[in-house]
Antibody, heavy 120, light 110 residues
Framework: QVQLQESGPGLVKPSETLSLTCTVS?????????WAWIRQPPGKGLEWIGR???????HYNPSLKSRVTISVDTSKNQFSLKLNSVTAADTAMYSC?????????????WGQGTMVTVSS | QSALTQPASASGSPGQSITISCTGT?????????VSWYQQHPGRAPKLMIY???NGISGVSNRFSGSKSGNTASLTISGLQAEDEADYYC??????????FGGGTRLTVL
């Protein structure tokens, strides 16, 4: 059974870098699938942040591209998100997910999500 | 990329059918048959209900169905049940090889 688990600080100061890791269990990232980060501000909708494949370049949401880095560590079976120069607008539930249909946005397995608050 | 347009709310009585629309452009919804639908209950992770416009997911009730015409995709829920009360989101693959979500629709079962 494939499971995803997000980890990282729940509080980040404005202008600093948000760093999260998604640990995948029950499946080897290097075997395939695209892996994504998605966020949801409190009371608002879902926003796709970006995706990565174990052997390919990441793809990012154009609105976040200048501040986002997604990377993968196959040795640890993890992929990570870094979002720099954060503001209060980046306060959200951050979730990692598996795209079950190539890169087409059919996110069939999700982590439980981790709430990140940007505040001094 | 702009979020896909969904009605903010929808409602229906038990047993009725309801359709939620998701409108985009020729660069996303209209560009490919890669539209997905998600159900999200409060405090829970989204659950994939439909992918590639109309393909169902194993274990998901066949009361949920999807379709598309031009730049608008639709999710239809037949035989509405109390447990269907949730937020629903569409997503679409774009011509920029990214994914965009809709703003979400809150479904109330009266």
């Amino acid at each position: 059974q494939v499971q995803l688990q997000e980890s990282g600080p729940g509080l980040v100061k404005p202008s600093e870098t948000l760093s999260l890791t998604c640990t995948v269990s029950g499946y080897s990232i290097s075997s395939g699938y695209n892996w994504a980060w998605i966020r949801q501000p409190p009371g608002k909708g879902l926003e796709w942040i970006g995706r990565i494949y174990h052997s390919g370049p990441p793809h990012y949401n154009p609105s976040l591209k200048s501040r986002v880095t997604i990377s993968v560590d196959t040795s640890k079976n993890q992929f990570s998100l870094k979002l720099n120069s954060v503001t209060a607008a980046d306060t959200a539930m951050y979730s990692c997910a598996r795209d079950g249909n190539y890169e087409y946005g059919a996110f069939d397995i999700w982590g439980q999500g981790t709430m990140v608050t940007v505040s001094s | 990329q702009s979020a896909l347009t969904q009605p903010a709310s929808a409602s229906g009585s038990p047993g009725q059918s309801i359709t939620i629309s998701c409108t985009g452009t020729s660069s996303d919804v209209g560009g490919y048959n890669h539209v997905s639908w998600y159900q999200q209950h409060p405090g829970r992770a989204p659950k994939l209900m439909i992918y590639d416009v109309s393909n169902g997911i194993s274990g998901v009730s066949n009361r949920f169905s999807g379709s598309k015409s031009g730049n608008t995709a639709s999710l239809t829920i037949s035989g509405l049940q109390a447990e269907d009360e949730a937020d629903y989101y569409c997503s679409a693959y774009t011509t920029s090889s990214t994914v965009v979500f809709g703003g979400g629709t809150r479904l109330t079962v009266l």
